[in-house]
Nanobody, 123 residues
Framework: QMQLVESGGGLVQAGGSLRLSCAAS????????MAWFRQAPGKEREFVAA????????YYEDSVKGRFTISRDNAKNTVYLQMNTLKPEDTAVYYC????????????????WGQGTQVTVSS
């Protein structure tokens, strides 16, 4: 089993920034993609960003392109999500997720999930 623990959420004003972190422990795959998803109240969980093991490939949901940056530190088994120019519509619980091998955007493709961290953006 792999355990994922997110941190860094909070309350921020529109236009502000937050940096989320997700640390993985326990079982680790030889190569694995790490991703961020989010879920707003009353909505389905949606893909935000993903990064491959090497960090050479990243993929973003359209509404966060140019504002969010995903990165990882494999020595620490940690993935980050730098969120800039935050908007009220970014308010959600943000989840870290892991799958083996290649990038994917579907919730069902991911094997392990964190417990989530709340991000609230006030207008």
């Amino acid at each position: 089993q792999m355990q994922l623990v997110e941190s860094g959420g909070g309350l921020v004003q529109a236009g502000g920034s937050l940096r989320l972190s997700c640390a993985a422990s326990g079982r680790t795959f030889s190569t694995y993609t790490m991703a961020w998803f989010r879920q707003a109240p009353g909505k389905e969980r949606e893909f935000v960003a993903a990064i491959t093991w090497s960090g050479s490939s990243t993929y973003y949901e359209d509404s966060v392109k140019g504002r969010f940056t995903i990165s990882r530190d494999n020595a620490k088994n940690t993935v980050y999500l730098q969120m800039n120019t935050l908007k009220p519509e970014d308010t959600a619980v943000y989840y870290c997720a892991v799958k083996q091998y290649s990038l994917a955007t579907h919730v069902d493709a991911y094997d392990y999930w964190g417990q989530g961290t709340q991000v609230t953006v006030s207008s």
